[in-house]
């Protein structure tokens, strides 16, 4: 059996549909289109969570303490990591500032002579 912290569920809510579209109309498809490609987003969020048990893998604090949670990629898109389960953890954002920033100084500094 497993117990489940309430105070560690997000709550998901979703925008009103606007009740004067209609997604049979080529002029509204966009509409629909970003609804559901936030909801998509909104579950990759959720799975990321539930992998890393709602716990920052930097600090061991839970990320629902209030603070903002970022998606960082372990290997960064611009040398070509993927957007995947894999390549993403979640982080509060101080930690995620923390990492970006170890890693941008690292690559700054000129070597020693």
């Known amino acids: 059996m497993k117990i489940i912290n309430l105070g560690e569920v997000s709550i998901m809510t979703y925008p009103p549909l606007k009740l004067d579209r209609n997604p049979y109309i080529k002029e509204n498809i966009e509409y629909f289109n970003k609804r ?45 990591g993927k957007y995947s389960m894999t390549n993403i953890q979640p982080l509060h954002r101080i930690c995620h500032q923390q990492i970006t920033f170890k890693r941008g100084s690292s690559k700054n500094q000129e070597p020693t002579r």
């Open 36 to 80: 559901r490609e936030k909801r998509i987003d909104a579950k990759f969020k959720m799975a990321i969570l539930e992998k890393y048990k709602n716990l920052c893998p930097i600090c061991g604090e839970t990320l629902h303490n209030g603070e903002p949670i970022e998606l960082h990629h372990i290997v960064p898109r611009k040398i070509g």
